[in-house]
């Protein structure tokens, strides 16, 4: 990671630096670059909030933290939660379908209830509710048929237990600093949790969450990830340790600017919810792809989310936008996964990825971009250009440059009608060897 001269860098972006890089203050990014190459060539993951919040269509857990429902009215949801049509084989191959590398599903959320047979206590869909059934096992099991990594959402914060500090400012509940032990009870519970998910289904990814209301002191965070790497040493883990995670995890709100880190992903409803909700307002498919492009052309990923009714069924909505990504990546799939990001701003007014070897660089155009497009900068040989998804070639025009002046000219790339995509147009253009660019301010002194 360069060095970075804090007096040069104004206070804003000091502060979106440090957000963003919460993940790798304590962790040696160089140490974990190899186990961390499956997660940068992914690109995709899926997010899966399941939970007994779906049974009213509730805010998971924040429903009863915000006051929109009492405590008591939202653990009788327990006893709506069915599973009764949960077929993880259709779950997984949906996934497969979308195109995604990895799919991460909530295994213990703020509210406490565990959605595996936790031996730690009875709060679980196996023993509080109708379902009466683990979900992890079996879908995991199906996710690993089909090569598809397998990620654990865990809350570290638990708002049922006893033990823990509470919720809503509760005058009931306890400070940790004037009462550790009670604290150190529920420390070894949601440790004892950790180890046993470690245990039973092996994760290849750790999705945590809520390690904002502790310090890394009082979690034990570097006790934590030794716990999961003791067991599986190629485990990754999200940011939300407070600084003891592999890559960080902007929520909702995208970057404007790319992030400073080595790896981080874009964590994203398919509606304004998280789970499932009764809430309409569903992103176009269009919506979703090209905020996935923008992602990985900011050397990024998407984890995108899905959220279960309570008997397993997931909303039309979700299925349709799941299953056009997956035919928009099955035809573009080449400018995604496997790629590296993009040019810098500026040299071209979209979305860019290039090939690992540098070799070949990948324009997006939203919507129905045709007519004239425009490249700046470009210092290399153009071999052929042509659009993803039908290999029709297209012609080029080089604009403005002066045979002995080392300034490259402008790159216009005629995209004619009838060959755009319904969402995201690819053009494909091979060059002559690795891309070089120009980024001075022409002119004579060039």
């Not at 009875?122 to 509080?128: C, Y």
């Not at 245990?199 to 890394?216: I, N, Q």
């Not at 042509?386 to 403005?400: C, D, F, P």
Request: aromatic share 12%; hydrophobic share 35%.
């Amino acid at each position: 990671m360069p060095t970075i001269d804090k007096k040069r860098v104004p206070v804003f972006l000091l502060l979106l630096m440090t957000l963003l890089g919460r993940a790798q203050s304590k962790i040696d990014a160089a140490s974990i670059r190899p186990k961390m190459q499956w997660f940068a060539d992914a690109k995709l993951g899926i997010f899966i909030h399941a939970g007994i919040y779906s049974v009213k269509g509730v805010d998971e857990s924040w429903s009863f933290h915000n006051g929109k429902i009492s405590y008591d009215d939202y653990m009788q949801q327990l006893k709506g939660f069915t599973l009764a049509k949960y077929d993880p084989a259709y779950w997984a191959e949906l996934i497969s379908e979308s195109g995604a590398r990895y799919a991460v599903i909530t295994t213990k959320h703020h509210d406490g209830v565990s959605m595996y047979d936790t031996r730690q206590n009875d709060l679980s869909i196996v023993k509080a509710t109708p379902a009466k059934r683990d979900m992890i096992r079996p879908f995991y099991e199906e996710l690993r048929k089909r090569n598809i990594k397998t990620g654990a959402y865990y809350s570290l914060i638990d708002w049922s237990h006893p033990d823990y500090p509470g919720f809503l400012k509760d005058s009931s509940r306890y400070q940790v600093k004037y009462d550790y032990n009670r604290w150190n009870r529920f420390r070894n519970f949601f440790q004892s949790q950790i180890q046993e998910i470690n245990s039973l289904f092996k994760p290849d990814l750790w999705w945590f969450d809520g390690d904002w209301e502790h310090s890394a002191e009082e979690w034990e965070s570097q006790k934590v990830r030794n716990i999961i790497l003791s067991v599986n040493p190629n485990a990754i883990i999200n940011g939300r340790l407070q600084g003891y995670g592999d890559y960080e995890t902007p929520e909702q709100n995208f970057p404007v600017s790319k992030p400073q880190y080595n790896w981080w992903e874009l964590c994203m409803t398919t509606n304004d919810n998280w789970g499932f909700h009764n809430d309409e307002n569903w992103k176009t498919p269009y919506e979703v792809i090209s905020i996935f492009v923008d992602a990985v052309s900011n050397g990024g990923n998407l984890l995108l989310d899905m959220g279960p009714k309570e008997d397993g069924t997931i909303p039309e909505p979700q299925v349709q936008v799941l299953k056009e990504l997956g035919k928009w990546n099955r035809k573009n799939g080449e400018a995604i996964f496997n790629t590296i990001a993009g040019i810098p701003k500026g040299h071209f007014y979209g979305a860019t990825t290039l090939s690992k070897d540098s070799t070949t660089l990948f324009l997006f155009l939203q919507g129905k971009i045709s007519g004239d497009v425009t490249l700046k900068g470009l210092k290399n040989r153009i071999e052929e250009i042509s659009v993803l998804g039908n290999n029709t070639r297209l012609s080029h025009k080089i604009v403005g440059k002066i045979s002995w002046s080392p300034v490259p000219g402008l790159v216009y790339i005629h995209v004619p009608e009838g060959v755009q995509d319904p969402y995201v147009t690819v053009l494909k253009l091979k060059l002559d060897k690795p891309i070089q660019l120009y980024s001075g301010k022409g002119g004579l002194s060039e």
